[in-house]
């Protein structure tokens, strides 16, 4: 069973446009929601991270928007750039500090 | 701090050979997990440790998959025997507590023929 239901599989962008990544939950006991961003050869590393008590934070050009009652989040990439493409997963972390992890989001931008 | 090392990066090994995979969490995380990346499933959670201690290993696929952690600085995945849909990227994380992130090393790409 997917714990974290992550949406669309591959997105192509072109340079300076928005990338939207979408990720649904359903368990309430998850309390702390990263963003991992990997390229090939490499681990995830994190990218940027929200607690469900917070709609939004920004850091620099990626912004993730939190609805808790929806149990949604979403990832945006503003001027996206060529550096950017990579696989993108969203995660939710269990109160006992398991992470679970959407299936990824190939991003490509094209410039 | 050199980050989560993983060993071997890469490793062939033919159907029914035992497969040894290793991790050294970053000093001081108390947290340690096993995942396995496919294309079809994504990250899936095999088994997390905490404090050297199995806390939930329910996502191991099989008896044929065992993980050990003997002391904080090191854990092994092996699989015994192995076979060929236990091809995949491996991955070892470590965090430290509650409300932290997770870091990744770099995986471990297994082929079995």
């Known amino acids: 069973q997917q714990q974290v239901k992550q949406s669309p599989q591959s997105l192509i962008v072109q340079k300076g446009g928005i990338s939207i990544i979408n990720c649904a939950y359903e368990?309430?006991?998850?309390?702390?929601f990263p963003w991992y961003q990997q390229f090939p050869g490499k681990g995830p590393a994190l990218l940027i991270a929200?607690?469900?008590?917070?709609s939004e934070k920004k850091e620099g050009r990626f912004t993730i928007s939190f609805n808790k009652s929806a149990k949604q989040f979403s990832l945006h990439i503003m001027d996206s750039q060529p550096g950017d493409s990579a696989t993108y997963f969203c995660?939710?972390?269990?109160?006992?500090?398991?992470?679970?992890f959407g299936t990824g989001t190939s991003l490509t931008v094209i410039p | 701090d050199a980050g989560v090392i993983q060993s071997p990066r890469h490793e062939v090994t033919e159907m029914g050979q035992e497969v040894t995979l290793r991790c050294k969490p970053i000093?001081?995380?108390?947290?340690l997990f096993w995942y396995r990346q496919t294309m079809m499933r994504g990250l899936e959670l095999l088994i997390y440790?905490?404090?050297?201690?199995?806390?939930?290993d329910s996502g191991m696929p099989e008896d044929r998959f065992s993980a050990k952690m003997p002391n904080a600085s090191f854990s092994t995945l092996k699989i015994q025997p192995s076979e060929p849909r236990d091809s995949a990227v491996y991955f070892c994380?470590?965090?430290?507590?509650?409300?932290?992130?997770?870091?990744f090393g770099q995986g471990t790409r297994l082929t079995v023929v």
């Open positions: 994380a470590s965090s430290w507590g509650v409300n932290t992130e997770a870091f």
């Open positions: 368990n309430t006991a998850f309390d702390y």
């Open positions: 929200i607690r469900p008590d917070v």
């Open positions: 995660a939710a972390r269990h109160t006992g500090n398991q992470f679970y």
């Open positions: 000093s001081g995380h108390n947290s």
């Open positions: 440790f905490n404090n050297n201690v199995p806390i939930d």
